[in-house]
């Protein structure tokens, strides 16, 4: 029997050096991608035992959350994306976050958080002394355990601390992660799945692979974080509540997720971009490109070709536009204003290619200028 959290790891390595397609579906946990030039292709599953906690999820320097991997630690208010100011303790002055307030210190979206108390999206408060797990629930912290890292303790409210299994929730002494079907065929590419029913699809699971370049990456999370380095030949990336990740594609593109950062380097393709909360980052569209969110901010580096749809509830709009085409713009905001800075760049020659521009926001500012 080998204690989960000791770092038992399961290797999987195929021979490949053609791009294939990446199948993964898990309840919980994040994916990593990387694609590059290579003969093989390797897999790597590990429990995480501490679930939202800050080992399984990617940090910001400084070792905070970073996106939308929230965490659980009962001392803050936490929402999608970073941590806003630690709640209120009497006795205690207020200790601001530089990261923001998002909702506000002790409200929540659905009203107010008392202090010391979490808050974890889709769940509800957290109270003091407990953190949350996916698919487990509450959990209590264990006692006398230090902080978090890149967190501080506040005088007055429970300390941040390594999760241990709620009541009635499986004691996973053993990982079983053979349960995990691992199989690799050049025709059908790679599926990696765990059986429905299984303890483990509760458990949050970490799942990085290297596969040739131009691979077609189907990454798929009931919650957790996916991510794609390299050039994909197509992707579709999908989770229920976490931040997602694509460095390039060359075809198709869909990125989906409930409450979390979109984030992507170069879309060549016709692409569909959506978050029900969260901000939507892109560096250069050259294809058919729709950005949707319901509440926050949608930021492209540069619209080179094709088309653009950016559309936000309640969030700013930034577009950089570049020089040498034509822009088609049909721009829009409820509350906020529309500014337009496309005069300052070089007039587009002659026949050069047209790009069209829609942008629409309930509240917020849209600002159109030259790409840098």
């Given at each position: 029997m080998?204690?989960?959290?000791?770092?038992?790891?399961?290797?999987?390595?195929?021979?490949?050096?053609?791009?294939?397609?990446?199948?993964?579906?898990?309840?919980?946990?994040?994916?990593?991608?990387?694609?590059?030039e290579?003969?093989?292709?390797?897999?790597?599953?590990?429990?995480?035992?501490?679930?939202?906690?800050?080992?399984?999820?990617?940090v910001?320097?400084?070792?905070?959350?970073?996106?939308?991997?929230?965490?659980?630690?009962?001392?803050?208010?936490?929402?999608?994306?970073?941590?806003?100011?630690?709640?209120?303790?009497?006795?205690?002055?207020?200790?601001?976050?530089?990261?923001?307030?998002?909702?506000?210190?002790?409200?929540?979206?659905?009203?107010?958080?008392?202090?010391?108390?979490?808050?974890?999206p889709?769940?509800?408060?957290?109270?003091?002394?407990?953190?949350?797990?996916?698919?487990?629930?509450?959990?209590?912290?264990?006692?006398?355990?230090?902080?978090?890292?890149?967190?501080?303790?506040?005088?007055?409210?429970?300390?941040?601390?390594?999760?241990?299994?709620?009541?009635?929730?499986?004691?996973?002494?053993?990982?079983?992660?053979?349960?995990?079907?691992?199989?690799?065929?050049?025709?059908?590419?790679?599926?990696?799945?765990?059986?429905?029913?299984?303890?483990?699809?509760?458990?949050?699971?970490?799942?990085?692979?290297?596969?040739?370049?131009?691979?077609?990456?189907?990454?798929?999370?009931?919650?957790?974080?996916v991510?794609?380095?390299?050039?994909?030949?197509?992707?579709?990336?999908?989770?229920?509540?976490?931040?997602?990740?694509?460095?390039?594609?060359?075809?198709?593109?869909?990125?989906?997720?409930?409450?979390?950062?979109?984030?992507?380097g170069?879309?060549?393709?016709?692409?569909?971009?959506?978050?029900?909360?969260?901000?939507?980052?892109?560096?250069?569209?050259?294809?058919?490109?729709?950005?949707?969110?319901?509440?926050?901010?949608?930021?492209?580096?540069?619209?080179?070709?094709?088309?653009l749809?950016?559309?936000?509830?309640?969030?700013?709009?930034?577009?950089?536009?570049?020089?040498?085409?034509?822009?088609?713009?049909?721009?829009?905001?409820?509350?906020?204003?529309?500014?337009?800075?496309?005069?300052?760049?070089?007039?587009?020659?002659?026949?050069?290619?047209?790009?069209?521009?829609?942008?629409?926001?309930?509240?917020?500012?849209?600002?159109?200028?030259?790409?840098?």
């Amino acid at each position: 029997m080998v204690a989960l959290g000791t770092g038992v790891v399961r290797r999987e390595v195929f021979s490949c050096v053609r791009p294939v397609r990446l199948g993964v579906e898990l309840g919980s946990g994040g994916i990593r991608a990387r694609l590059a030039e290579g003969p093989e292709l390797v897999v790597e599953v590990r429990p995480e035992p501490r679930g939202y906690g800050h080992g399984a999820w990617p940090v910001e320097p400084d070792g905070s959350p970073r996106g939308d991997a929230w965490g659980w630690q009962p001392e803050y208010d936490w929402q999608p994306g970073r941590m806003p100011q630690v709640p209120p303790v009497p006795g205690v002055p207020p200790v601001p976050s530089p990261y923001g307030q998002g909702w506000g210190a002790g409200q929540g979206p659905h009203g107010p958080i008392p202090p010391g108390h979490g808050y974890v999206p889709g769940f509800g408060t957290v109270p003091p002394g407990h953190g949350y797990v996916p698919g487990h629930g509450l959990v209590p912290t264990a006692p006398g355990t230090s902080s978090a890292p890149g967190t501080s303790s506040v005088p007055g409210t429970a300390p941040a601390a390594e999760a241990v299994p709620a009541a009635g929730a499986p004691a996973f002494t053993d990982p079983g992660l053979d349960a995990i079907e691992i199989s690799f065929s050049p025709e059908g590419g790679l599926r990696v799945a765990l059986p429905h029913g299984h303890p483990l699809w509760a458990t949050a699971l970490t799942v990085d692979i290297t596969a040739p370049a131009l691979s077609r990456p189907h990454l798929r999370t009931g919650s957790g974080f996916v991510s794609v380095t390299g050039t994909a030949a197509t992707a579709h990336l999908r989770t229920g509540a976490g931040s997602l990740d694509l460095q390039r594609a060359e075809g198709e593109a869909e990125l989906d997720t409930g409450t979390g950062s979109v984030s992507v380097g170069r879309l060549a393709g016709a692409a569909r971009l959506r978050t029900g909360s969260g901000s939507i980052d892109v560096g250069t569209v050259e294809g058919e490109v729709s950005a949707h969110t319901g509440t926050g901010r949608i930021s492209v580096g540069s619209l080179a070709a094709g088309s653009l749809e950016a559309v936000t509830t309640s969030g700013e709009i930034r577009v950089g536009v570049s020089d040498g085409v034509i822009p088609d713009v049909d721009a829009h905001s409820g509350a906020g204003g529309v500014r337009d800075d496309l005069s300052d760049g070089s007039a587009p020659r002659t026949g050069a290619p047209r790009v069209r521009l829609r942008a629409r926001t309930g509240s917020g500012r849209v600002w159109i200028t030259r790409a840098v």
